[in-house]
């Protein structure tokens, strides 16, 4: 019962991560460039969606880690060629995921540093490629929740 628990909070924590992403990059994409709305939003709204990603994140790494260890328990540490192969595209992805997101998390803090010295300007460009790095995290993030799905089953 218990490791079923964790196998859904890590598929919900996966969720999570990249609905965050694409909530992100849907209001992004919505608010027009150089607006004020896009200004707030980078300002206020952003650090709060990329900090629940980064929670969601934590909270992957850890029921991964443990699932890892049941499944493992469970085939004595046995893994096949593909489980192994995919898990290994798992983690890459999640690498890349992580990478893309503190890029873009110093992006959005660099930004603020630079509204707050009253140069507006430079919010259009910045917010143009945060919305790309969250388009990335959606779609690495699509990827290793369908070869989750490979794993389970497997």
Request: overall charge positive.
């Amino acid at each position: 019962m218990f490791a079923t628990a964790i196998l859904w909070t890590h598929a919900a924590a996966g969720a999570i991560w990249v609905g965050a992403c694409a909530c992100f990059v849907i209001a992004g994409l919505a608010l027009a460039a150089g607006s004020d709305e896009q200004r707030n939003f980078t300002v206020n709204a952003a650090p709060k969606i990329d900090m629940l990603g980064l929670v969601a994140a934590a909270v992957l790494l850890a029921t991964g880690l443990f699932n890892l260890m049941t499944a493992g328990i469970s085939r004595r540490f046995a893994f096949s060629t593909a489980f192994m192969t995919v898990l290994a595209i798992k983690i890459a992805l999640f690498i890349a995921m992580i990478v893309v997101m503190t890029w873009s998390m110093r992006i959005g803090a660099v930004i603020r540093a630079v509204l707050e010295r009253g140069r507006t300007d430079a919010v259009p460009g910045a917010m143009s490629r945060m919305v790309r790095a969250h388009i990335a995290i959606v779609a690495l993030g699509g990827i290793a929740l369908i070869l989750g799905m490979w794993l389970i089953g497997s």
